[in-house]
């Protein structure tokens, strides 16, 4: 026979212990439908931002939408398979960096000389290792490189004819510098040289992911500006300008004037007010593309850890594309 005592306490526990179990079931709930509404991967690409033309040849623009769909198409097989981000983001700008269409790899703008300089960078959410190059001539797909530099040295940064060594150290693909020729790009440099002026480009390539683990990862490829001299750098390769990732908020990459890029750190700042101020990641990327940067500067493309997704941009337009677990996919030019 319970004593009235020992009844008494039971009864006190129970009533203390309902509104915890209520709680407790109500909180499972929540996270369980939370869990279910977040996508389980997410992927974001971009062909570059800057002033395209609404009245864009029909041919030429099925074009670029026909490459982003491609592109979109690798990274999404590759999460949709249960692979990292960070594969995920070095196959997509491998693909965009053998499309001439854009300002990467092969159709990479020309420097003053008449010659190419290729920049790419990646970087992984879970711990923020990274590897960037810059100032490479022979290497086919500097993204790559850019991850050995990640996985196979102690190093962030290689630069010139360092990077070039540790290619062949590496064993990576190399071409001559011609194979990035293209005749548009020519005649871009020309147009430069004649105007005696700098050409903007911003058709730099980048993928941002999420995958199935919860990791993040960027990587962004770029053959630089049209008629740049003495050793230019832009923010491709510069982590937390161009190119930025990280677990606890988001995987970024941007595409404009490189020079802005770097002194606005964008890629970093974006992440810095998701993780300090509390913003979401849209709500970061538009305060700094809008706020920050002057109109016609550029944008970014975003996942973030719950598998958001921002593409942002003041320009005329970005190539870009972003697909998820939810169901969507979708490649945009202009608004």
Not at 44 to 67: F, R
Not at 82 to 89: E, F, N, Q, W
Not at 180 to 192: G, M, S, V
Request: hydrophobic letters at 40%.
């Amino acid at each position: 026979m319970i004593q009235p005592m020992t009844r008494n306490l039971a009864l006190s526990l129970i009533v203390f212990l309902l509104p915890v179990l209520a709680a407790a079931q109500t909180a499972d709930v929540i996270l369980s439908r939370d869990s279910a509404a977040a996508p389980k991967w997410a992927l974001a690409i971009h062909g570059g931002a800057g002033t395209i033309p609404k009245n864009l040849p029909e041919e030429q623009k099925q074009q670029y939408l026909k490459s982003l769909t491609r592109a979109l198409e690798i990274g999404r097989d590759v999460l949709k398979g249960g692979g990292t981000s960070l594969d995920a983001v070095e196959k997509v700008v491998r693909f965009l960096e053998d499309d001439p269409l854009f300002n990467a790899g092969k159709g990479a703008v020309y420097t003053h000389e008449g010659t190419h300089e290729l920049d790419a960078a990646i970087m992984d959410g879970r711990d923020l290792s990274c590897g960037s190059v810059a100032g490479l001539k022979t290497v086919k797909h500097p993204v790559t490189l850019a991850r050995l530099v990640k996985e196979k040295s102690p190093h962030v940064f290689l630069v010139g004819e360092g990077a070039e060594a540790f290619a062949t150290q590496m064993k990576v693909e190399r071409v001559k510098n011609d194979w990035f020729d293209t005749p548009f790009r020519y005649q871009q440099l020309q147009e430069a040289l004649k105007e005696e002026r700098e050409k903007k480009d911003k058709d730099t390539v980048g993928a941002v992911a999420l995958d199935t683990h919860g990791n993040l990862a960027a990587a962004t490829s770029t053959g630089g500006l049209t008629n740049k001299r003495f050793g230019r750098l832009g923010d491709v390769p510069v982590i937390g300008a161009g190119t930025y990732a990280n677990n606890r908020t988001a995987a970024l990459s941007g595409t404009g004037i490189g020079e802005e890029f770097i002194k606005h750190t964008v890629t970093h700042d974006i992440s810095a007010l998701v993780e300090y101020g509390g913003l979401t990641l849209q709500q970061a990327a538009d305060r700094v593309i809008h706020q920050k940067l002057k109109p016609g500067d550029g944008g970014v493309i975003g996942v973030g850890r719950d598998g958001s997704i921002a593409l942002v941009f003041n320009s005329e337009g970005m190539y870009r594309g972003a697909a998820d677990s939810g169901g969507r996919f979708e490649v945009k030019i202009w608004e």
